[in-house]
């Protein structure tokens, strides 16, 4: 068991490397070497030779280790390099000859951070090593080292011996020239220094080139490189910061955290930038919380003294509030002006003072706005406020996309609910519309019709919100007739709603009215959602030919895989332009419920399928359905989901991928589920 742990965990630290979380990379690695240090050497003796490998090591018949051991550390030697502790890099490399003497990866990772570290003699005595090693195992165990290997370490060899052969060459032409100039000069010593001083006439002439050229071709040099490799490239001299100070066009792309001395430092940048270009504007500035201490005043600084407009804006806070930050947002007249794209991720703390009608009223050219807020308990109870929205005029907005995600229920909620009651107005161009989190019980309007009143809403997402429910979304939308080009619908409901209170039983819905109100429906998601699978049935006829693309019924408690195969027979029946279909943790999941979907799969076009938490979940069944997807597509599966069904074994995935079942496979199998609410969860992706 403890085998598959390593394994896992070396999979998952992989995947963390991928992703650029290099601290969880460093974490699983250094666990899963303590774990493969805890065994005893007759468990080890068994390991290896279970694994195809001698009992004990050959370079040293003292000495044994678990096989993934070296694959251990050269992982972590490498996420060392990306976190530039190449220390603890070397540490890691030079303890990989320790573990095995013949295998050429530890010499060509020590190798690479020496030359990293300058330590090029070191690096090439390192090469010489592995090659001689490489050859001792030859002879004396038959051991083949493998050719890339070879190829890495005679390349990385040249490379070395060539950069120490030109610094030879050049430190031998410096005290030749010192010879000559010595020999010729007929000045005082004290003006040796001088004379040696002057450059002479080489074949090899650098150019610099930010210097020569016009600054029009500059631009277009500049302009591959990311913002803060073209800052660098800023502070290289007086001449490059003077040319590139005339090219602000340059810098539009800016990530800052909150120290207060370095956004103090890009406010002054900026403002010198845009001191030289009046219309100067850059494309987005992200600034993301780092020191909490400074996190509100820096944020604050930037928001108050930003001297330039950008395109997009995006603020990540822990401490400073939302209240304050909208506030200084709608008094920068440059920044309130020019956002198309405002995300905020704050704090709230007094609702009543989030004031979202100055920003619509002042924030004319924004589109897209993202709120993710977290409420904060009322310490006591506000009355008396009055309402930004009461006697003002509602102005009409240009919002085309709004995504409002309450992190916890909180009776702040009622004054951003309160902005729906003129939908009419404010959201009239709205396409996509977010809402997760939210208690509706708080607002006036309990029931959904301010939906209706975005006649060009096409994405609808609403999920963990109290106080709304599906059945009454459709019966709203159906009566009404609006939005009437819905196009992706995703509803669910908290996973601890009670059942009580569901009348489900007449629905009193006009097929015809529902058909017109659907008929754009292209991906629907229903999620841990609790609904009669006759209302399924009913919005998939309107989909009628081909609609439906991306289906997601995953863990709905009143849609049975053991005692609804006659309603799930009809629903897989009723989509032929599916492509993608979501069954993470199927109700009551039973063998009968996948023949069903197996025997219906030739009318879809699958290409994505999630069966993840299913722990019941044979691999025999699994490749009964993945062998009739591929008589339908000779190429099988792009993308195969199996998280933590533990009932699926690593040679069965093994045997999927090898056959071209799925040309892609994800499975983890201690993924935990769905818990927590947030941009980055499973929830909301």
């Known amino acids: 068991m403890s085998e598959d742990i390593i394994d896992r965990s070396l999979e998952l630290g992989i995947q963390c490397f991928q992703r650029e979380d290099y601290k969880g990379a460093i974490e699983l690695f250094s666990k899963s070497l303590q774990l493969a240090r805890s065994y ?12 195809g490998l001698p009992k004990r090591c050959l370079h040293d018949p003292s000495r044994l280790y678990h096989p993934r051991y070296l694959v251990l550390l050269d992982n972590r030697a490498a996420t060392w390099e990306r976190l530039d502790k190449l220390d603890r890099a070397l540490a890691d ?14 010499y060509i990772r020590r190798g690479k951070v020496l030359q990293k570290l300058g330590r090029y003699e070191e690096a090439l005595q390192v090469y010489e090593n592995g090659l001689k090693r490489a050859g001792e195992a030859e002879k004396n165990h038959a051991i083949h080292a493998p050719q890339k290997f070879l190829d890495i370490v005679y390349r990385q060899r040249s490379a070395v011996k060539e950069l120490l052969q030109s610094r030879a060459r050049s430190r031998k032409s410096l005290i030749q020239q010192k010879s000559m100039t010595g020999a010729t000069l007929k000045r005082p010593v004290s003006t040796d220094a001088l004379a040696f001083g002057k450059k002479r006439p080489s074949s090899q002439a650098k150019i610099d080139y930010i210097a020569v050229l016009p600054v029009e071709i500059i631009e277009c040099i500049m302009a591959n490189m990311d913002t803060r490799s073209i800052i660098r490239c800023y502070s290289v001299c007086k001449l490059w910061k003077y040319r590139l100070e005339r090219l602000p066009r340059l810098y539009q792309e800016f990530r800052l955290s909150c120290c207060y001395k370095n956004m103090l430092g890009y406010v002054n940048f900026v403002g010198a930038l845009a001191s030289r270009a009046a219309e100067y504007s850059c494309q987005s500035i992200n600034c993301v919380s780092g020191n909490i201490q400074e996190e509100e005043k820096s944020i604050i600084l930037l928001l108050s003294r930003l001297m330039i407009g950008t395109r997009q804006l995006a603020l990540i806070a822990k401490k400073c509030k939302a209240e304050r930050i909208l506030r200084h947002i709608c008094e920068n007249s440059k920044l309130r002006k020019s956002v198309q794209k405002l995300s905020i991720t704050a704090p709230v703390h007094f609702g009543h003072k989030l004031n979202l009608h100055e920003l619509y009223t002042r924030s004319t050219s924004m589109t897209h706005l993202e709120l993710v807020l977290n409420f904060h308990t009322p310490s006591e109870h506000v009355n008396g406020y009055r309402s930004y929205w009461q006697d003002q005029a509602i102005p009409e907005t240009n919002i085309e996309s709004l995504a409002l995600l309450a992190r916890n229920y909180s009776a702040h909620h009622v004054d951003v609910i309160e902005q729906f009651e003129f939908s009419p107005v404010l959201f009239k161009k709205l396409t996509k519309l977010c809402i997760t989190g939210i208690d509706f019980r708080l607002g006036s309007r309990s029931n959904l019709t301010w939906i209706t009143d975005m006649p060009n809403l096409q994405e609808l997402w609403l999920e963990r919100n109290i106080g709304i429910d599906l059945h009454g979304l459709i019966k709203d939308i159906v009566r009404v007739g609006a939005p009437k080009y819905l196009r992706h619908l995703t509803f ?121 938490f299913i722990p019941s979940l044979k691999g025999y069944e699994l490749l009964d359905l993945l062998k009739e997807l591929k008589g339908i597509n000779p190429l099988g599966l792009e ?33 935990t589920q769905w818990e927590h609410l947030g941009i980055n969860s499973f929830w909301y992706r």
């Not at 050497?41 to 279970?50: A, F, H, M, T, V």
């Not at 490399?93 to 530890?106: I, P, S």
């Not at 993608?580 to 943790?585: R, Y």
């Not at 009551?588 to 069903?596: F, I, N």
């Open 40 to 51: 005893t050497d007759r468990s080890l003796e068994g390991i290896r030779e279970k694994a």
């Open 93 to 106: 490399a030079t303890y990989m000859l320790t573990v095995d003497a013949y295998n050429l990866k530890g």
């Open 492 to 612: 669910r409901e908290p996973p601890n709603r009670s059942l009580d209170g569901i009348d489900q039983s007449e629905l009193g819905l006009n097929g015809d009215a529902l058909r017109e109100v659907f008929q754009f429906l292209e991906s629907l998601d229903l999620m841990n959602t609790r609904f009669d699978p006759q209302i399924l049935l009913l919005l998939l006829d309107p989909a009628g030919g081909n609609r439906i693309g991306r289906l997601n019924i995953g863990n709905c408690p009143r849609l049975s895989f053991a005692r609804d195969l006659e309603t799930l027979a009809l629903i897989f029946q009723r989509l032929p332009a599916l492509a993608e279909l979501m069954l993470p943790n199927a109700m009551e999941y039973t063998r009968q419920g996948m023949e069903v979907l197996r025997k219906n799969v030739k009318g879809m076009k699958l290409k994505r399928l999630d069966l993840s």
């Open 639 to 671: 993308i195969l989901t199996i998280n933590g069904c533990a009932a699926v074994a690593p040679q069965t995935v093994d045997y999927i991928t090898r056959n071209g079942y799925a040309q892609k496979v994800m499975c983890a199998y201690e993924r």
